[in-house]
Structure formats: structure tokens, C-alpha cells
């Protein structure tokens, strides 16, 4: 399951790092492989363009800044916008303070979002496409216009 090698410590031949709950780190942070936060992180964190990298937030652990990774499970405390481009799970006692950029997301009851849900596809395109066309629909439009409402004379 672990093995060593003079790179350090890997799990199913990936590079594994790990943020202890006693510690706290100010700066922003690129990684590839998979990232675990138990402690406390000041900074965005981003991957060195790594589709498998994947990032794991502890109940414990907490992310002030932005995140943008291709895959995420959260299950404490995030305060800035995460931008997942591949799957994102928010477990029961995930708070994310800042919108949320996702292609696939799973959210267990309990998690809480305060910000925006925003799909963005499997490319940048597609949401470019969605945000020209629901500029060019008109504001007025509001449906089939209804039949005025019969007054009851007495």
C-alpha cells in the first residue's frame, strides 16, 4: 500500500502530501498527487496541471483562498471560491464561503454552500456560450401573457 522511495512517501504510485492539524501555512500552495489538509491553510492552492491530483480537506482542516483543482473532497472548512474541473464531493460537514465551479458535484445532506453553484462543463467554451446567450435573452420576457383576473360583483 505505502511504499518509499527517494522522492518520499507514495500511495498507488502518486505523490502524497500531508498538512497535520498543528499546522498552519501562509502562502499559496501547488502540488501534484493528492493533498490532505488537517490543519490550516492562508493561500490559494492550485495543481501543476495534474488531471489525477486530488485534494482532501479534513473535518478539522480549513482553506483560506481560492482552490482550483481537478478533484476535491471537502469535509471542512473552505473560505474562498473551489473551481473543480472534474468531480467535487461536499461531505456532511463541508462549509464553503465562496461560489463553487463544478463539472460534476456531490453534495451529502448537511454541507453547505454560501456562494454560487456554477456548472462549467467539460470546457470553458460551453460556459462562455451559456453567459453570451442568457445575455441576449430579453429581460421582458416572461412567459405567455395571462387572461385578467374576474372581480366577484356583489
Known amino acids: 500500500m505505502f511504499g518509499k522511495t527517494e522522492e518520499g512517501l ?3 504510485g502518486q505523490a502524497n502530501s500531508l498538512i497535520s492539524r498543528s499546522t498552519e501555512i ?4 501547488r502540488f501534484s498527487g493528492e493533498l490532505i489538509i488537517e490543519g490550516r491553510v492562508k493561500g490559494n492552492i ?3 496541471d495534474d488531471s489525477s491530483a486530488l485534494i482532501r480537506v479534513a473535518e478539522k482542516g480549513s482553506v483560506e483562498g481560492e482552490i482550483s483543482v481537478p478533484s476535491a473532497i471537502i469535509n471542512g472548512l473552505v473560505q474562498g471560491d473551489v473551481r473543480s474541473t472534474i468531480h467535487i464531493e461536499l461531505a456532511a460537514k463541508a462549509v464553503v464561503a465562496g461560489n463553487v465551479y463544478y463539472n460534476l458535484i456531490e453534495m451529502v445532506m448537511g454541507s ?3 456562494g454560487n453553484l456554477i456548472h462549467i462543463g467539460s470546457s470553458n467554451q460551453e460556459a462562455k456560450k451559456l453567459s453570451a446567450t442568457s445575455k441576449q435573452l430579453p429581460s ?3 412567459g405567455p401573457p395571462r387572461p385578467p383576473l374576474k372581480k366577484k360583483v356583489t
Not at 26 to 29: A, F, L, N, R, Y
Open 140 to 142: 421582458s420576457s416572461k
Open 112 to 114: 453547505e454552500v454560501n
Open 26 to 29: 501562509v502562502g499559496d500552495i
Open 10 to 12: 507514495v500511495f498507488a
Open 46 to 48: 492550485s495543481t501543476e
